[in-house]
C-alpha cells in the first residue's frame, strides 16, 4: 500500500523558517508529480505547491510564491518543502500528495501542523 509521511511542522515565529519533508513509500514516486497542500482551520485545503516528475518544473500558488520552494531528491523518495518568512497565516495543516492529473491527488499522508505565531 502506498504510503506519504510528512514531517518537519511545529511551531516558529513571524518571519522563520521550517522545512518540510514528505517522505514516499510502496509506488513509483520518480514517475509521478507530487504537490504540497494546506488545510487552515476552518477552512477549505489549498493548493500550495507543485514539482514535476523530474523536478524540471515548479509551480506556487500566488500566497507563497517567493517564499517557499518545492523540491525533490527522487532517490530518497522525498519531497520538500522550505518555507521562509513565515506568516500567521501560513498556520495550517501541510499535506503532500501524488498528482495523478490536473483534478486528482491521491495517498494523502497524515499531514504536519505548521503554526506561525505573531
Known amino acids: 500500500q502506498v504510503q506519504l509521511v510528512e514531517s518537519g511542522g511545529g511551531l516558529v515565529q513571524a518571519g522563520g523558517s521550517l522545512r518540510l519533508s514528505c517522505t514516499a513509500s510502496r509506488f513509483m514516486f520518480s514517475s509521478y508529480d507530487m504537490v504540497w497542500f494546506r488545510q487552515a482551520p476552518g477552512k477549505e485545503r489549498e493548493f500550495v505547491a507543485r514539482i514535476t516528475w523530474s523536478g524540471g518544473s515548479t509551480y506556487y500558488a500566488d500566497s507563497v510564491k517567493g517564499r517557499f520552494t518545492i523540491s525533490r531528491d527522487n532517490a530518497k523518495k522525498t519531497v520538500y518543502l522550505q518555507m521562509n518568512s513565515l506568516q500567521p497565516v501560513d498556520t495550517a495543516v501541510y499535506y503532500c500528495?501524488?498528482?495523478?492529473?490536473?483534478?486528482?491527488?491521491?495517498?494523502w499522508g497524515q499531514g504536519t501542523q505548521v503554526t506561525v505565531s505573531s
Open positions: 500528495a501524488v498528482r495523478r492529473s490536473p483534478t486528482t491527488y491521491e495517498y
